[in-house]
Every structure is written in structure tokens, then in C-alpha cells.
């Protein structure tokens, strides 16, 4: 199995449970915000930790496997790391991609919340 395939199920795991576990706090969110929160956690970290690990000998972070994770609701924890930890800045068509799904999660929420059903 490739690198960024495991990261990637590693990540999508490590969500799943803290997702799990967040649910069984008395905060009454759906299950949906939980897995936003911790996919953006889960994304923040690997960002964090392949600026922490570049120019070192170590495996770095796949860039498909980071792209993946933004494409799966991390985006906000990929444009606070990419920001915070000056990771990937320099490559415009990366952070044109984070964007973008930036704003198509933006408009998925949106619509799942009944934004655009209302009646003007």
C-alpha cells in the first residue's frame, strides 16, 4: 500500500475515533460537526509535523495524501497550517486548491443547513 493511501486512512481513523469520542460529550452537535472539528485537528498536525520534519532525512507527508484530507473537510486546519507553519506557500496551485474547497465546503454546509431554501 502507497504512503499517501495509508496516511490518508490513518488520518480518516484517527478522525473516526475522536469523532466518536467527541459525540459522547453532553454538547449536542451532529455527528458532522464532531467530524469537522477533528478532521481539521487531524490535518492541522500532519501539516505541522511534514514543516516540522522537511529538509530532514525522515518520509515526508505526501502531498496527495495532504490535498486528500483538505478534499475530506480539513480545510480550515490546511489553510491554519499552511499559514501558521509557512508550509506549502509557495505553490499557488496548492493553495488555489485548498481554497476552492474551501468554498465548496462553505456552500455544502450551507445547502445542509437550509441556507439557500429560504424564500425571499
Not at 9 to 20: F, P, R
Not at 58 to 70: G, H, K, N, Y
Not at 80 to 107: C, E, P, Y
Request: net charge positive.
Amino acid at each position: 500500500m502507497s504512503l499517501w493511501l495509508r496516511v490518508l486512512l490513518g488520518s480518516l481513523l484517527a478522525s473516526t475515533g475522536i469523532t466518536m469520542v467527541l459525540s459522547l460529550t453532553p454538547i449536542d452537535l451532529p455527528w458532522w460537526v464532531w467530524y469537522l472539528l477533528s478532521i481539521n485537528v487531524v490535518t492541522l498536525g500532519l501539516y505541522g509535523y511534514d514543516k516540522l520534519i522537511a529538509g530532514g532525512a525522515a518520509t515526508r507527508i505526501p502531498e496527495l495524501s495532504l490535498q486528500a484530507l483538505v478534499l475530506l473537510g480539513g480545510s480550515v486546519g490546511a489553510l491554519v497550517g499552511i499559514f501558521g507553519f509557512h508550509h506549502k506557500t509557495r505553490k499557488a496551485w496548492f493553495l488555489l486548491g485548498v481554497f476552492a474547497l474551501l468554498i465548496l465546503q462553505l456552500l455544502t454546509i450551507a445547502w445542509v443547513l437550509g441556507v439557500f431554501d429560504q424564500q425571499v
